[in-house]
C-alpha cells in the first residue's frame, strides 16, 4: 500500500502565494508520475500540473506561469507553488501518484485526501 500526505492549504488573498507539498509512503519501487489535480464545487476534478520521473512537467493552460511543480525523488515527494493567486484557483487540491511497487509489476494510482485552498478577492 502507498500512503499520499499533504499539507500547505489554507486562505490567502488574491495575489498571494502557497506551497503545497505531498510526501508517498509505503510500497515504492518507483513513482512514474507525480502531479496535483484541484476540484471546485460543481466543478470536475482537473490537472492542474504533472512531472513524470523523467522531470518533464505540464501544466493547465489557466495556471501556467504562476505555478510551478517540482519533485523530490529522493523524498518521493512533489510541490506545487502557486504564485499570483486568484479567487477562480479556490478549489480542493488533490496529490496523485502513480506509483509502481515492485520490478516488473503495473503502476497503481493513489491520491491524496486533498487540502483546501481559498483565495479571497
Known amino acids: 500500500q502507498v500512503q499520499l500526505v499533504e499539507s500547505g492549504g489554507g486562505l490567502v488573498q488574491a495575489g498571494g502565494s502557497l506551497r503545497l507539498s505531498c510526501a508517498a509512503s509505503?510500497?515504492?519501487?518507483?513513482?512514474?508520475?507525480m502531479g496535483w489535480y484541484r476540484q471546485a464545487p460543481g466543478k470536475q476534478r482537473e490537472l492542474v500540473a504533472g512531472?513524470?520521473?523523467?522531470?518533464?512537467?505540464n501544466y493547465a493552460d489557466s495556471v501556467k506561469g504562476r505555478f510551478t511543480i517540482s519533485r523530490d525523488n529522493a523524498k518521493n515527494a512533489v510541490y506545487l507553488q502557486m504564485n499570483t493567486l486568484e479567487p477562480e484557483d479556490t478549489a480542493v487540491y488533490y496529490c496523485?501518484?502513480?506509483?509502481?511497487?515492485?520490478?516488473?509489476?503495473?503502476?497503481?494510482?493513489?491520491w491524496g485526501q486533498g487540502t483546501q485552498v481559498t483565495v479571497s478577492s
Open positions: 496523485y501518484a502513480r506509483v509502481v511497487s515492485g520490478a516488473g509489476s503495473r503502476g497503481y494510482d493513489y
Open positions: 509505503g510500497s515504492i519501487f518507483r513513482i512514474n508520475f
Open positions: 512531472v513524470i520521473n523523467g522531470g518533464v512537467t
